[in-house]
């Protein structure tokens, strides 16, 4: 546009202008705006599929443990559709299931599938339920080493319980006792629950001044009881106090 001195005719030549490209300036800006939109309702989309997607796999998850071997069909069929971290999460729970079973050579192969779809965050229970079949196969020392390769300190407690199966396993049963006994330290300090399991493997290799994990268990269920009560006096107080 020639630069104009006269207001009229800048004036002019704007309309001219606004006259001639105001249709391609209008249908850029309807189309972004509907791309905006389109954009926003695929990532609403999307969250709901992965909402869908997550409580399908924990419905599955409930299944394994309730119904073991006999769920592994429907569990199979999700697998089929999903070569994505959803698959890879319910392909390590079908790999325990397997493993009870002592079907180790699928329990290997929901390893390798975890492995080619899992995130890299997965890679820490990857490794344990691997060193559970290498140990499974008599693969002691591999087994150890998988577990030693494991850096995340939040899986620490879980690690030292399979150590103590491996030790279990090749009647090694102090070491196991040391194992078992560090788990269950470990969960203590953290204030987390001691599992049934736990408590049998090391009740099963106590020694002479060790403390009975079913009395650490029945003593954090009081601390937990205890607790909820003066939340739930404290609540009260706040509620009258209102």
Not at 9 to 37: D, N, T, Y
Not at 228 to 236: D, T
Request: aromatic share 8%; glycine share 4%; net charge negative.
């Amino acid at each position: 546009m020639d630069i104009l001195t006269d207001e009229h005719e800048r004036e002019e030549a704007v309309r001219k202008w606004w006259h001639e490209h105001w249709k391609p300036i209008a249908l850029g800006v309807a189309i972004a705006l509907l791309g905006l939109v389109a954009v926003r309702q695929y990532q609403a989309y999307d969250l709901s599929q992965k909402q869908e997607t997550a409580f399908e796999v924990y419905q599955l998850q409930n299944q394994l443990l309730s119904r073991g071997n006999a769920a592994l069909g429907d569990a199979q069929k999700f697998l089929d559709e999903h070569d994505d971290i959803y698959g890879a999460i319910l392909a390590l729970n079908m790999a325990n299931v397997v493993l009870q079973a002592n079907n180790y050579t699928e329990a290997e192969r929901y390893i390798d599938f975890a492995k080619d779809n899992g995130s890299e965050l997965m890679q820490p229970q990857i490794s344990i339920v691997e060193a559970r079949l290498q140990a499974q196969n008599a693969q002691y020392d591999q087994a150890l080493a998988t577990l030693d390769s494991i850096s995340s300190d939040a899986y620490k407690a879980e690690i030292l319980e399979v150590r103590g199966d491996i030790f279990m396993a090749q009647d090694k049963t102090d070491e196991a006792h040391d194992a078992y006994l560090q788990a269950i330290n470990l969960l203590k300090d953290a204030k987390l629950q001691i599992s049934p399991m736990l408590q049998m493997k090391f009740d099963n290799v106590i020694q002479p001044g060790d403390t009975p994990a079913y009395k650490i268990m029945a003593e954090q269920a009081q601390e937990a009881a205890a607790t909820l009560q003066q939340a739930s006096q404290e609540a009260a107080a706040a509620e009258e106090n209102q």
